[in-house]
């Protein structure tokens, strides 16, 4: 007789306790299983859509929506931000500033960000294009205009910030503009100590990536004192087919030194924090885009990145978005500079990916910098590839360490300091 058979006083097997102990065995498998299951897919989930705040220690994750022309912003992208920026509100000639007919657009975001992320700063990005950005601003007429306005559109919308954009550098108006940004920042810190805000309101100014000049009598240590932070545009770089956000000089030796080449992350940002020693307030800026150029000439060496050249053909860089870009075979994954070739047709496209962005997001981590602000929200794809790959380094990695650190050589730059 088998010794493991529940039997009777008979000895005949019980029927009744073999099937309630196969049932017992089920119930614990499939417990066991639904555990490992569960277990599985939140560690799948958390993996996909990393979220390290990183604004416990005051670095930003920041990130430009538009709300036309591409993907509508998701819940799991709020979640990873600090800072959201609707781009953006205009203004009229006379300094009135309004959301002209994308006041829907702009309230959606900001009810969806209250409900999913209370803590995520909304700011709106002022002026678009050079007729409308901050240059005007400066007419005396229209100076007590624009503040007035300003603080009034951020009470009528309930907003945290505002950023200005300055598409051109501050030439012979440049004491102007700078005053512009002291008024503001004063109106704002009014604006707050009347509204009994228990948090100031943000202001921040996006610039472009190319050097600020030092012949004008105003410093970008001027600038940095009056604003919380600036959004540097790193990236979109060539006016020819070429790397779209190369990290380095495309000539840079092994040990990563300065170059002359200014057409790179490490350049424009480099000189910046040289010359403010405030990298605590430079993001830096990516892209979730690329640029694709028609009609252009194979080159001698491919794999370099280097000889790229459109002769005297007729070549158009175009914008293209990531989302847009994904179902494409991408030849050159691997690189730094990511590009596509497609000799056929002779279309040359350079883009962002998820190693390129990784890489950037490391480099923000290493030179100690403020953060990092993307543009745009909108052009990722539906599984957040891109946004997941710069929120999956940990940009608070260190902090304590290095933050009042200083983690360029500045002595190989020429810039004044």
């Known amino acids: ?110 009810n969806k960000s209250r409900s999913v992320n209370p803590d995520l700063k909304v700011l709106v990005a002022i002026g678009s294009g050079s007729y409308k950005s901050v240059d005007f601003m400066v007419e005396t007429e229209k100076n007590e205009t624009f ?3 300003i603080t009034s559109f951020i009470s009528k919308y309930d907003i945290d910030g505002v950023e200005l954009q300055w598409k051109h550098y501050p030439g012979s108006v440049a004491s102007k503009q700078l005053q512009l940004i002291r008024n ?67 000539n840079h030796t092994k040990d990563k030194h300065f170059s002359k080449d200014t057409k790179n992350v490490d350049y424009t940002l480099k000189s910046q924090a040289c010359q403010t020693k405030q990298w605590s307030k430079i993001n830096m800026g990516v892209g979730f885009y690329g640029r694709s150029w028609k009609n252009v000439l194979e080159p001698d060496q491919v794999r370099n990145e280097l000889a790229w050249t459109s002769g005297s053909m007729d070549i158009k860089g175009d914008t293209v978005q990531w989302r847009n870009l994904k179902n494409q075979q991408k030849e050159d994954s691997e690189s730094v500079n990511p590009h596509i070739w497609d000799s056929e047709n002779k279309e040359y496209i350079s883009f962002e990916n998820e190693r390129s962005l990784a890489e950037k997001a490391k480099y923000a981590v290493e030179k100690n910098l403020g953060g990092i602000t993307i543009s745009m929200l909108d052009f990722d ?22 933050k009042n650190r200083m983690e360029y050589r500045c002595e190989d730059i020429f810039v004044d300091i």
């Open 1 to 110: 007789m088998n010794v493991y058979s529940p039997v009777t006083t008979d000895g005949i097997p019980n029927l009744h306790a073999i099937r309630r102990k196969r049932n017992e065995i089920l119930a614990i498998s499939i417990v066991v299983f639904l555990f490992i299951l569960t277990f599985s897919a939140l560690a799948w989930y958390f993996y996909a859509n990393p979220r390290i705040d990183p604004s416990h220690c005051g670095e930003r994750l920041a990130g430009y929506y538009r709300g036309w022309g591409g993907r509508k912003v998701s819940d799991s992208q709020l979640e990873k931000l600090t800072h959201v920026i609707y781009s953006s509100a205009v203004m009229d000639t006379n300094g009135n500033v309004t959301f002209g007919n994308k006041e829907e657009l702009f309230m959606e975001l900001q």
């Open 147 to 149: 503040i007035h306005s």
């Open 184 to 250: 503001l920042r004063a109106a704002l810190i009014n604006l707050a100590d009347s509204q009994n805000r228990t948090s100031p309101y943000v202001l921040a100014v996006s610039l472009p990536s190319t050097e600020w000049p030092s012949n004008n009598g105003v410093s970008l240590d001027h600038l940095l004192e009056h604003v919380d932070f600036v959004n540097v545009a790193s990236f979109d770089y060539s006016i020819s087919p070429g790397p779209f956000a190369p990290l380095y000089s495309t």
């Open 381 to 402: 794809d539906d599984n957040d590839t891109l946004l997941n790959a710069v929120a999956s380094v940990d940009l608070c990695k260190g902090y304590v360490e290095r």
